[in-house]
């Protein structure tokens, strides 16, 4: 299944705290947490954010501190997925958590610019910029987290086996 959306795109070492600020962490709820999701850096993100929109960030994005508020808010802003060149090992495994499928694609990160329109294959790793006519590949999730991003998480997964 392929996800499409335009990119939102956002550089290195984008961090935890600016993804979701400290002051708004008084919150679990993801609606409420969306609402100020970027807002540091993007004002417009949280406000003109689609649903099926695409994050794309360089090396190291979330990095800082643990926080799943981080990709909780992504995913609740209605991003299906997001692509960088390269994820904070504990921002990976939070996304994966919560059932938010990131991909890893290196170098060629650099060649999405900001609103172009993407279509994404979560399954195979394929990535296609329907703006420019670039197809990269990234890594493919393993099939267990797309198992666990397809259950909407890894609670949700869990209970599904149960």
Request: with cysteine; proline share 5%; net charge negative.
């Amino acid at each position: 299944m392929a996800l499409e959306g335009k990119v939102w795109r956002y550089g290195d070492n984008i961090d935890t705290d600016v993804i979701i600020p400290a002051r708004y962490l008084n919150t679990f709820d993801p609606q409420e947490l969306a609402k100020h999701c970027m807002v540091d850096i993007d004002e417009r993100f949280a406000k003109e954010v689609q649903p099926g929109d695409i994050m794309v960030g360089g090396r190291n994005f979330g990095c800082g501190s643990s926080r799943e508020h981080a990709p909780v808010a992504i995913k609740a802003s209605g991003i299906p997925v997001v692509i960088a060149a390269s994820f904070a090992r504990i921002f990976y495994r939070n996304g994966i958590n919560i059932g938010l499928p990131l991909l890893e694609i290196g170098d060629d990160v650099q060649k999405i610019k900001a609103g172009d329109a993407l279509s994404v294959d979560v399954a195979t790793g394929v990535i296609k910029d329907l703006t420019t006519g670039d197809t990269f590949q990234a890594h493919p999730l393993p099939g267990f987290i797309q198992d666990i991003a397809k259950a909407g998480g890894l609670v949700e997964y869990v209970k599904q086996k149960a």
